[in-house]
Every structure is written in C-alpha cells, then in structure tokens.
T-cell receptor, first 109, second 116 residues
Framework: TQLLEQSPQFLSIQEGENLTVYCNSSSVFSSLQWYRQEPGEGPVLLVT?????EVKKLKRLTFQFGDARKDSSLHITAAQPGDTGLYLCAGGGRGKLTFGQGTILTVHP | DAMVIQNPRYQVTQFGKPVTLSCSQT?????MYWYQQKSSQAPKLLFH???????NEADTPDNFQSRRPNTSFCFLDIRSPGLGDAAMYLC???????????????FGPGTRLTVL
C-alpha cells in the first residue's frame, strides 16, 4: 500500500510570511499532483510534477518533486489571505490517487 | 469552459431514504470517479468507471451504488443513508487510453449531503 505523509497538518501564519508544505513517501510515484480546496468546493488542480528533480512555479507557489520521485514540497512566498485553504498532495499510479492527509492553511491579514 | 458539474450542490435526506447524486462532464474524459470526503480530510475513493467498466473499492459499503449511462454522466446512489454517510461527495474525471490511466484528475464542486 502506498502512503503519503503530508506535513504540517495545520499552519496558521500572518500575511507576508513564507511557508513550506511537505509530502513524503517510501514509494515511488509516476507523478504527483498538488490540489487546493476551499471550504464547500472541490479540489482544484494546481500542478502536476512528473520528472524527478522537477521544479515548477505558479506565481508565488513553487513546487518541487524529489529526485527519487518519492517526495514533494510546496513553497508559498509572501502568503496572502486568499491562499487560505486545504492543500492536498496526491501521488498518481494505476488510475488511483493516493492522497496525503492534507494541510489546512490559514493566512491572517 | 470544459468542466465537471455536480447536482445538487446541497442535498438533505432522511435516515434510510434513498438519494441520488449526479455528475456530468464536458471534458470528454472516459474515466469517472466518486469520492467521499469528510470534514477537512482527504477524499476517499468509493469507485470509478473506466469507460463502461465499473471498479469498486474493496472497502466501499454495499449501500453505495453507481450508474454510468453514457460518457458524460455518472450517478451515485445511496440506498439507505445513515448518519455516518453525511459528507461531501466529489466526482472527478481523468483520461485513460488502452487500459492505462493519466493520473491528473479534475474534480467537480461536490455535493454536500446532510442526513437527518
């Protein structure tokens, strides 16, 4: 069984601070997705990383896939209240997503 | 815009009264999924269709059934909802080809089910 350990589970920060969310596994994934979910809505796909060592940037968000494709990180620079939400990493394989436990991020004005 | 649509967004039912949730998609994806998500937890896969082939998860209760009459639509039937079935139900789609899957999944906005 593939497992993804996501940390931290909760993050409460002030506007303008930087933060990093980690997603770790002992298994290799063919790809890894990051989703953001707002209360009462479905998860929205932010990025997919496929290649070991890959780095992708989406405005203030930087995503990295580990060289061995077992871990990933999401770094947010200068967080804003609009970044508040549940962040989910999900490892892909054989049509199923293995989700991390999620990180609830709250950014205070 | 291509999208995944779920109706209704909010559904209230009574304990034991059957309920059907619907999902439609304009992405023309051949794989459709149903997930259950409880308060700020990760979504839990119930089952999925690869084209017309139904794939049930081993731990999905028999109380949950699904129908996919065509590529665009998929339904989740809860035959006798219990209080523990109150949750957000998410529909997602992805592409598949030749029996293989593309791992990106696109989610609908969800249906929030309340059981009284």
């Amino acid at each position: 069984t593939q497992l993804l350990e996501q940390s931290p589970q909760f993050l409460s920060i002030q506007e303008g601070e930087n933060l990093t969310v980690y997603c770790n596994s002992s298994s290799v994934f063919s790809s890894l997705q990051w989703y953001r979910q707002e209360p009462g809505e479905g998860p929205v796909l932010l990025v997919t990383v496929v290649t070991g060592g890959e780095v992708k940037k989406l405005k203030r968000l930087t995503f990295q896939f580990g060289d061995a494709r077992k871990d990933s990180s999401l770094h947010i620079t200068a967080a804003q209240p609009g970044d508040t939400g549940l962040y989910l990493c999900a490892g892909g394989g054989r049509g199923k997503l293995t989700f991390g436990q999620g990180t609830i991020l709250t950014v205070h004005p | 815009d291509a999208m995944v649509i779920q109706n209704p967004r909010y559904q209230v039912t009574q304990f034991g009264k059957p309920v059907t949730l619907s999902c439609s998609q304009t992405l023309n994806h051949n794989v459709m999924y149903w997930y259950q998500q409880k308060s700020s937890q990760a979504p839990k896969l119930l089952f999925h269709y690869y084209d017309k082939d139904f794939n049930n998860e081993a731990d999905t209760p028999d109380n949950f059934q699904s129908r996919r009459p065509n590529t665009s639509f998929c339904f989740l039937d809860i035959r006798s909802p219990g209080l523990g079935d109150a949750a957000m139900y998410l529909c997602a789609t992805s592409r598949g080809s030749g029996g293989a899957y593309y791992n990106e999944q696109f989610f609908g906005p969800g249906t929030r089910l309340t059981v009284l």
